[in-house]
């Protein structure tokens, strides 16, 4: 059992001062005490917030981060260059590359990732003598460092609509919807039990997966697992999908089924009315991932329309160019305002809400707003730095940074402090490692 005094702790938005926490030994908020005196066995805390989470990663994204940015071309051009990174990958440097991203995320104040996760096999497709042994090197990184993953293992088997794998897509396949589900089994049976790592399920896109191919993961997935997919990131997409299907990718998902509250699309960045419509009457979660669509010039997408409509909004950090959960709900807003030329779109509490309650949601983590039986998930930021003195802790979501986290709770546990992990380990020292082991 662990025990927390926070000077002030954001709930729903709203700071309350001088709050005991009680983790329980499940890792989970047993007692909330507001108003209290600290103890003396409390660790003391300054402003606390829940514990954010990332509902769309790309860890190997990770090893372009400065390499891309300047060379001109669109999302196309850059996916050439992911798919290079890809072929490098082996278990060895796959878990040595999360592990420095993991503890990045850490220590900016993520506690929880959603892993969207495709690079199943060996270059060209073999599995490898462990069929798993991909998905358990991510497994193993979140465990190394102390984050929650919820692995988002993904179904991609064609190269896009009515394409066959091109070779350097090879590694992403399993042949068909069965196999994928006979992999994807066995793998819930070996994480089971895992208090910090969960299994998901994503469809890469309508791009990557037939809609037979679809329905047959559909039917084949138990109802409470989350799933996750892609959704109209590029207009290319759309129009490939109206020429195939006769409908967009919102409208395919809906004639499938596929529109619940378990889904989340991820971008949602070109959508029709009509298509808003349908992800918001289904309680469908959107995450957008701001950093990233600025980076690779995707678009702005109608984040409020959607929310007005029904639809939560969460937050990713996608192609990890940015690890900062505060710079996504920055981004998040400041989209709203550049398309709308108006200020305060979203309140900074529903900033926070789309960075934390909404995130674990998407993960299918269950809810995430403090109080009794939540995970103990807390995010401890400063209130003194030059970029947050003087401030309104209600405003820390559109003025601090990742710079200004100082301690990181994981169910209950303290994980990171100060730019660190507990063990002293720097996240720049592992990614220096996990990257010269590419090559690079």
């Known amino acids: 059992m662990s025990s927390f005094w926070c000077e002030a702790l954001v709930i729903d938005g709203v700071a309350v001062t001088g709050v005991r926490l009680e983790a329980g030994a499940d890792g989970r908020i047993a007692r909330v005490q507001p108003g209290a005196a600290a103890e003396a066995a409390d660790i003391r805390l300054g402003t606390v917030v829940p514990g954010f989470g990332n509902a769309h990663s790309h860890a190997f994204h990770r090893a372009l981060r400065g390499q891309t940015h300047g060379e001109g071309g669109d999302f196309w051009l850059w996916r ?53 042994a991909m998905e358990l090197a991510l497994a193993a990184a979140a465990r190394a460092v102390g984050i929650r993953l919820v692995l988002l293992d993904t179904v991609y088997l064609q190269g896009g609509i009515g394409q ?199 993960l299918g983590l269950g809810r995430h707003r403090l109080q009794v039986s939540n995970p103990c998930d807390l995010v401890e930021i400063s209130t003194t730095s030059v970029r947050t003195v003087g401030c309104s802790v209600a405003q820390l979501p559109l003025t601090a940074t990742a710079s200004d986290v100082l301690r990181v709770v994981v169910g209950g546990r303290l994980v990171a402090e100060c730019g660190l992990l507990v063990g002293g380990e720097r996240p720049a020292t592992l990614m220096a490692d996990a990257l010269a082991r590419l090559g690079r």
């Open 80 to 132: 050439e260059r992911m798919y290079r990174v890809a072929a490098q990958l082996d278990p060895a440097k796959y878990e040595a590359l999360a592990t420095a991203v993991f503890a990045e995320m850490l220590v900016s104040g993520y506690t929880a990732v959603g892993e969207f996760h495709y690079v199943h096999h060996r270059r060209g497709g073999t599995p490898y003598s462990d069929e798993h």
């Open 164 to 362: 066959k794998l091109a070779p350097e897509q090879q590694a992403f396949g399993d042949g068909s919807a069965a196999g994928w589900l006979t992999r994807w089994r066995a793998l819930r049976a070996q994480l089971a039990g895992d208090d910090l790592v969960t299994l998901g399920a994503a469809l890469h896109s309508v791009r990557a997966v037939t809609p037979d191919a679809m329905r047959e993961v559909l039917d084949g997935l138990p109802v409470e697992i989350p799933l996750h997919i892609h959704l109209s990131e590029q207009p290319q997409e759309n129009a490939d999908c109206l020429a195939a299907y006769r409908m967009t990718p919102a409208g395919l998902l809906d004639s499938l089924g596929a529109l619940a509250p378990r889904l989340s699309v991820v971008h949602a960045t070109h959508l029709s009315d009509d298509d808003r419509a349908l992800l918001g009457d289904a309680g469908v979660s959107v995450v957008m991932c701001p950093t990233t669509e600025a980076d690779l010039g995707d678009g702005i997408g109608p984040a409020l329309a959607l929310a007005a409509a029904g639809a939560p909004i969460a937050l990713g950090s996608d192609q990890n160019a940015v690890i900062d959960p505060l710079l996504e709900m920055r981004g998040l807003e400041m989209g709203e305002r550049l398309a709308s030329h108006k200020r305060g779109r979203f309140t900074p509490a529903a900033l926070l809400n789309a960075a934390s309650t909404a995130g674990y949601a998407a």
